[in-house]
């Protein structure tokens, strides 16, 4: 079981920038793939936003590609998700989340699906 917090999340204008963190551990962030997803008010949908692996690769959706970063600092055991130039249609929950086995290489599509979760944190971007 990995514990996962995330925390960051806010209201901001459209065009704006923030940065989501989540924090884990060491341990977790260099061996498992991590990513992030995200659930918008009244759909059930979960869609992957975006994901990296232990070998630092990363993929992303088309949707925030260009404009969202994710990176880790092992260090610190922590995931990161910098987003930029946000718009309206970017407004959900956001969570973060890990698989549970070591060295995959996965994409960002497979994230809502990884075994490990934190609780959320809530985005929401006005026009």
């Known amino acids: 079981q990995v514990q996962l917090v995330e925390s960051g999340g806010g209201s901001v204008q459209a065009g704006e920038s923030l940065r989501l963190s989540c924090a884990a551990t060491a341990y977790s962030v260099s061996r498992y793939s991590m990513g992030w997803f995200r659930q918008a008010p009244g759909k059930e949908e979960r869609e992957g936003v975006a994901?990296?692996?232990?070998?630092?690769?990363?993929s992303y959706a088309d949707s925030v590609k260009g404009r969202f970063a994710i990176s880790k600092d092992i260090g610190k055991g922590t995931l990161y998700l910098q987003m930029n130039s946000l718009k309206p249609e970017d407004t959900a929950m956001y969570y973060c989340?890990?698989?549970?086995?070591?060295?995959?290489?996965?994409?960002?599509?497979?994230?809502?699906?990884?075994?490990?979760r934190g609780q959320g944190t809530q985005v929401t971007v006005s026009s």
């Open positions: 989340a890990a698989h549970s086995l070591r060295g995959l290489r996965l994409d960002y599509q497979s994230v809502p699906a990884f075994q490990n």
């Open positions: 994901v990296i692996n232990s070998d630092g690769s990363t």
